[in-house]
Structure formats: C-alpha cells, structure tokens
C-alpha cells in the first residue's frame, strides 16, 4: 500500500523553528519528486517547496524563501521541511504529495501529484 505520512508539526512562537518529516511506505521515494504544499484555513492550498530526484535540485515559493529548507534523506525514505524564523502566516496544515515523475516541472499545481499525506497542523502564535 502506497502512504505518505507527516509529522513533526505543532505549536510554535513567531520567529521559532520546526522541522516537519515525510516519510513514505510501500514505494521509493526517491523515484519522483517531491512536494510540500500547505493549506489555510478558508485559503487554497499552496504550493510551499520541492525537491527533484538525483541532484536534490530545490524549489521554494517567495513566501518561504531563505526560511525554509527541503532536504531529502534516501536511507530513511523520508523527505523534511525544516522550517526557520515562523512568522503567524505560516499557520496552515501541511501536506507532502509524491510528483508523477522525477522533476519538480509543474510542482505549484496540485493535480501533478498522485499520493498525498494526511497533513500536519503548523500553528505560529504567541
């Protein structure tokens, strides 16, 4: 059975830090891209980040840019999201979804993904 499964999210104070893990079963993730999109609360979801496979080649929306790392570790079938300097924008579940090939071409359009996880919540409050 295919699976994508996040965690590490939680509650944190502005400017704090978090890093989220992906990790995945029943296939090898370092087959096909990989992505982080996230969702709030009466917004759409978005796309966050994304890692190529072989080189890691990475790819950032403006809004995380020089804040947030995507890394990928092939040992553990698990891509991360280390997230620094969270400000309260960042609020929102945040999901990882496997790219139908190995390049992050399209990686901003949710339908380019096949497998997605259940989310985890980021909450950045005072």
């Known amino acids: 059975q295919l699976q994508l499964v996040e965690s590490g999210g939680g509650l944190v104070q502005p400017g704090g830090s978090l890093k989220l893990s992906c990790a995945a079963s029943?296939?090898?993730?370092?087959?096909?891209?990989t992505g982080w999109f996230r969702q709030a609360p009466g917004k759409e979801r978005e796309g966050v980040s994304c890692?190529?496979?072989?080189?890691?080649?990475?790819y950032y929306a403006d809004s995380v840019k020089g804040r947030f790392t995507i890394s990928r570790d092939n040992a553990k079938n698990t891509v991360y999201l280390q997230m620094n300097s969270l400000k309260p924008e960042d609020t929102a579940v945040y999901y990882c979804g496997k790219m139908r090939g190995r390049y992050c071409s399209g990686w901003l359009l949710s339908y380019e993904y096949d497998q997605w996880g259940q989310g985890t919540q980021v909450t950045v409050s005072s």
């Open positions: 890692i190529t496979t072989g080189d890691g080649s990475t």
């Open positions: 029943g296939f090898t993730l370092d087959y096909y891209a």
